[in-house]
């Protein structure tokens, strides 16, 4: 499945692209004038093989949750519950992302991919493990867009990962597994009339992962790639850096053996984000990333496909360090850079609107020739 994924994926639509290029040259504002939002647009055509591309209408966010076996080397000063507990707050709608996802009109949903602890709350859904069309609700699809109701999907691969400082996180069976979950998700999202996927995550000690794949798939040093997550101290900020620098060194990961990368030195999460990104190039529909995270997760989707790079859209560039090295690497500006380091989908979600308006340019604006106005 994760094969046929990867080789559906395709490069940008040439044709579509020089349209839309042609079709800015021609509406009521000077040339370039819209900056980054031009080419912004001319790519969103280029993936939709149409000028103009739909608007990017029914969003959805995604956040995949996993614990991670390296939080006992001491590298959060967060305790492993708040992952599970968290998810309880994004279901009850009381979390930053729901707020930002009630603003932008957009439908949580929170896959539980590797969560350790027990999540206080009822109500899981099964994600349909056959992988074809949704059984979550035969009923009516629709409701798995609602803004209204965030859910929870139970795809579990494992209660958190080893500790990859002692073995590898995953094995490559649980990493394929996990990509295949995201692959899976955004399937489900876009049959039900999603136009847009938003990357999400929520992981207590996430950060030293992601910066191990960022070192991996980029070789910059640990020391480079790595940040302060929630806002370590100087200590354990270091205690990181020497993690990074220890898993990097035990398992020596091949960055074109993104398999292999995201099994050693990643998580349950990054790799159901990585399956997302690839999930959505394949269906042609735009993947909005959001943090350091997702940028790792980007880099693994562009080691398996590099193509699918034309369907990301960079929506903030975060405080991590690893993030800008991701975006770096993936030839990709953030939209917005407010040094944001949350998570959870909340850039990506404030950045909704850069790119509907983007798109919306190519709808509505009147040509010089249809609106009477001189040109230069
Ligand atoms: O999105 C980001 O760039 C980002 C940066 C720092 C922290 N986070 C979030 O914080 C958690 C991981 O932080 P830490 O310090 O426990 O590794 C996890 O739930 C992430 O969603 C997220
Ligand atoms: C409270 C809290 C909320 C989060 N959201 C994403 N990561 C998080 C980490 C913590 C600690």
């Not at 021609?26 to 939002?37: E, I, W």
């Not at 205690?239 to 292999?260: F, N, S, W, Y």
């Not at 850079?337 to 709808?363: F, K, S």
């Amino acid at each position: 499945m994760l094969e046929s994924t990867i080789a559906a994926i395709r490069p940008l639509d040439d044709a579509a692209m020089a349209a839309a290029r042609e079709l800015h040259g021609r509406l009521t504002k000077p040339a370039g004038s819209l900056g980054a939002l031009e080419e912004l647009s001319v790519r969103l055509a280029g993936l939709a093989g149409a000028c103009p591309p739909p608007l990017p209408e029914r969003a959805a966010v995604a956040i995949f949750a996993g614990d991670h076996g390296v939080h006992a080397q001491g590298v959060s000063p967060w305790p492993q519950e708040v992952t599970a507990q968290m998810i309880a707050n994004f279901l009850a709608g009381g979390a930053v992302v729901n707020a930002f996802a009630r603003q932008a009109g957009a439908a949580v949903t929170v896959v539980d991919v590797g969560v350790a602890t027990p999540i206080p709350t009822a109500g899981t859904e099964p994600l349909d493990p056959a992988g074809g069309a949704s059984v979550l609700d035969p009923a009516g699809s629709a409701r798995l867009l609602d803004p209204a109701v965030p859910r929870l999907v139970d795809a579990n691969v494992r209660p958190g990962t080893a500790d990859l400082t002692v073995t590898a996180a995953l094995t490559r069976d649980e990493a394929r597994a996990a990509v295949e979950t995201g692959v899976r998700v955004a399937d489900e999202l876009i049959d039900a009339g999603a136009g847009i996927l938003l990357t999400g995550d929520m992981g207590i000690g996430n950060t030293t992962p992601a910066a191990a794949l960022i070192a991996a798939f980029t070789g910059a040093d640990p020391a480079a790639a790595t940040g302060r997550g929630t806002g370590v101290d100087d200590a354990t900020y270091q205690r990181k850096v020497d993690v990074v620098r220890a898993a990097l060194e035990r398992h020596r990961p091949d960055p074109t053996d993104p398999l292999g990368v995201l099994a050693t030195v990643g998580g349950l999460e990054h790799a159901a984000l990585a399956g997302l990104i690839l999930g959505a190039a394949a269906r042609r529909v735009p993947v909005l990333l959001d943090g350091v995270i997702a940028g790792s997760a980007a880099l693994a989707a562009a080691a398996f496909a590099p193509d699918a790079v034309g369907a990301m859209v960079a929506g903030h560039r975060s405080a991590e360090p690893g993030a800008t090295l991701a975006l770096r690497k993936l030839a990709l500006d953030a939209l917005i850079d407010l040094g944001l380091r949350l998570g959870e989908g909340t850039g990506a979600l404030l950045a909704l609107p850069v790119v509907t308006g983007a798109v919306r340019v190519l709808h509505e604006v009147a040509t010089f020739d249809s609106a009477g106005v001189a040109e230069k």
